[in-house]
């Protein structure tokens, strides 16, 4: 089945940087939209980013210019590179992708990954 792994969260300090990974696999006809989100404690979960199959771009205004989204197609994977972290971008950082499989070529499905909690200390 369809696998949506994150992984490089963790523990950094304001100012400092981390990369997101985010690798898809299994029976993927195509692989179109693929995002990130982050979710605070108790409230929804917000877009970060998201990048296209086209590589058109879109970020949220409280990390536009910190963050970078991109992706590599041929391995199924997206990243984002996090820059000038901040304390406040402490969440649990969640990839979504938006997937088509060969079972069925005239659905596209949401697929998320577990989540990654990134934390920014002060």
């Known amino acids: 089945q369809v696998q949506v792994v994150e992984s490089g969260g963790g523990l950094v300090q304001a100012g400092g940087s981390l990369r997101l990974s985010c690798a898809a696999s299994?029976?993927?006809?195509?692989?179109?939209?693929m995002g990130w989100y982050r979710q605070f404690p108790e409230k929804q979960r917000e877009l970060v980013a998201s990048?296209?199959?086209?590589?058109?771009?879109n970020y949220a205004d409280s990390v536009k210019g910190r963050f970078t989204i991109s992706r590599d197609s041929a391995k199924n994977t997206v990243y984002l590179r996090m820059n000038n972290l901040k304390p406040e971008d402490t969440a649990v950082y969640y990839c979504?992708?938006?997937?088509?499989?060969?079972?069925?070529?005239?659905?596209?499905?949401?697929?998320w990954g577990q989540g990654t909690q990134v934390t920014v200390s002060s």
């Open positions: 979504n992708a938006g997937i088509v499989t060969w079972a069925d070529k005239w659905k596209e499905l949401d697929y």
């Open positions: 299994g029976p993927i006809f195509s692989l179109n939209t």
């Open positions: 990048i296209t199959s086209a590589g058109s771009t």
